[in-house]
């Protein structure tokens, strides 16, 4: 059966929608005209969504859950009026996000949450991870990268930009490098990986888990 993704990006809006720590929002920019004319999306338009997190970084996680809890109730409606409303609908919560420490417009995808892959104090994922926990869509403790939901199960996929990282270490200088705005040269790297982006969650849809 298809699955259903759930593509959301996180990041901070203005002032700081083109900064480094926003890279997930230009990528999912660039992004959404290729899923309007790529296959397998233009089969699928019933079983993907986007969404861009309108909260601030440390903040993403509850609004994106109720958003994220929206589609799978959907996706559940959609597969109880159907003919094959016997079988769970399988979906994955894509998470586009910057990347810090890897090499701008660096694709770095890992499956599945604290357990299978560290967080890296990356505060917008933490978010996610904690709202998802309390909604009972994620373990707090498990190995497996699926979950029970009210629409079947859910995969979470970490889709990370890379932004880099400042010569200097200090806690000040990595806020201040992650809330400067990208140049060009930053901007088109990240524009660049999204055929690549389309290529990873184009074979998300006939994933088993």
Known sequence: ??????????????????????????????????????????????????????????????????????????????????????????STLVILHDELEAAPGKLRVRRGGPEQFSLRGHRGLISVMESLRGKKLYPPASSNTTVASGAGSLSILRVGIGIGRPDTRGKNDVAEYVLTPMSQTELDAVKKVAGETADVLAKEFDVVL
């Open 1 to 90: 059966m298809t699955r259903a993704l759930f593509i959301a990006s996180i990041g901070n809006g203005h002032p700081y929608r083109f900064t480094r720590h926003s890279a997930g929002h230009v990528l999912l920019d660039a992004l959404r005209p290729l899923l309007l004319t790529r296959a397998p999306f233009t089969d699928r338009t019933a079983f993907y969504e986007t969404w861009y997190s309108p909260s601030y970084m440390n903040e993403s996680g509850p609004k994106l859950v109720r958003q994220l809890d929206r589609f799978l109730s959907k996706q559940a409606a959609a597969a109880r009026g159907s003919s094959s409303s016997a079988t769970p609908v399988q």
